[in-house]
């Protein structure tokens, strides 16, 4: 069993940057891929990007290409999300969650099996 922990979220101004961390016990990350997703009240969960498992291979979804950069340390069990140019429409619950495969369909929620808690990113004008 992996057990996630997000970490990094808080409030930042439109332009500004956050880095996300999502911390892993249980387990090691290496054999997954991993992914960030996004909630925004009232909406579901929506891709934010993906890496593999080796971490020479990224997949950001369109909406946060150029902004978002998805990284990995295996040896510290972490995953990175940094964040920059953020825009009012980036506040979300921001997950990480764990994919044993790699490929079309990593953008669906469906096929992650291991989420955090979730850490909130808030973005003000």
């Known amino acids: 069993q992996v057990h996630l922990v997000e970490s990094g979220g808080g409030l930042v101004q439109a332009g500004g940057s956050l880095r996300l961390s999502c911390a892993a016990s249980?387990?090691?990350?290496?054999?997954?891929?991993m992914g960030w997703f996004r909630q925004a009240p009232g909406k579901e969960r929506e891709f934010v990007g993906a890496i593999n498992s080796r971490g020479d291979n990224t997949y950001p979804a369109d909406s946060v290409k150029g902004r978002f950069r998805i990284s990995r340390d295996n040896a510290k069990n972490t995953v990175y999300l940094q964040m920059n140019s953020l825009k009012v429409e980036d506040t979300a619950v921001y997950y990480c969650?764990?994919?044993?495969?790699w490929g079309p369909g990593v953008d669906d929620l469906g096929v992650y099996d291991h989420w955090g808690q979730g850490t909130q990113v808030t973005v003000s004008t």
């Open positions: 249980g387990r090691t990350l290496s054999r997954y891929s």
């Open positions: 969650g764990t994919t044993e495969g």
